[in-house]
């Protein structure tokens, strides 16, 4: 889908977004990956480095596994979130890291430490399938939502996000049951959670998102 600043119109699926939306909507064209990083409030990793959006580099297949290039390790080091520049599962991404910025540094900081619980800078590749708590962190990133005491839902998933923009068909969704209704109060609980170690339900309890 071409760019669109009016995306969301009428869905009150991305009502989440609408503050981190807000300097890009009267953009005629894609905002750039520098246009992102101007309004992108101080943020940094676990690891201590202010985290901004960088063009993602082609992916160099053959050589030995360098663990500074890998997303997550990236992420946590260096601060830097790889990115396409006008691709909107990466700009809802971006948009996702501005409205739950305490999550997705959680989520980071916890992948990270699976990446390295199974990868050490000897190796010549990667392993060839994730750990199950990768994928479920992956789950969680990017099909996660969130529900209120109220009932209400909140995406947290980038991937839902795009799903719903681009190819508006039912989506599934992995919950989180929060006990909190206030957006930064809920971002603070989730980060919480999954700073606590523990573990995320496989089981756990799911929907459909219909547009």
Not at 78 to 102: A, I, Q, Y
Request: proline share 10%; glycine share 6%.
């Amino acid at each position: 889908m071409d760019w669109s600043p009016s995306f969301d119109r009428g869905q009150r699926w991305f009502d989440p977004l609408r503050e981190a939306m807000a300097p890009f909507r009267e953009h005629a064209r894609w905002p750039t990956i520098d246009e992102w990083n101007a309004v992108f409030p101080p943020l940094s990793s676990r690891g201590g480095a202010p985290i901004r959006f960088v063009r993602q580099p082609p992916k160099r297949r053959g050589r030995p596994v360098d663990l500074d290039t890998i997303y997550d390790e990236r992420i946590y080091v260096r601060g830097e979130v790889p990115s396409r520049p006008e691709n909107w599962h990466d700009f809802f991404n971006m948009l996702v890291w501005c409205t739950f910025p305490k999550t997705k540094v959680a989520i980071n900081a916890r992948q990270r430490a699976a990446l390295r619980a199974r990868v050490d800078p000897t190796m010549r590749r990667l392993p060839s399938a994730r750990s199950r708590e990768q994928d479920l962190l992956a789950i969680l990133d990017e099909g996660g939502a969130i529900r209120r005491p109220d009932g209400t839902l909140l995406i947290l998933g980038h991937a839902i996000y795009e799903h719903l923009a681009c190819n508006p068909v039912p989506v599934h969704a992995y919950l989180y049951l929060s006990r909190a209704t206030a957006l930064d109060e809920i971002d603070a609980e989730l980060a919480a959670f999954l700073d606590s170690g523990a573990p995320l339900d496989e089981n756990g309890p799911s929907m459909t998102i219909t547009p």
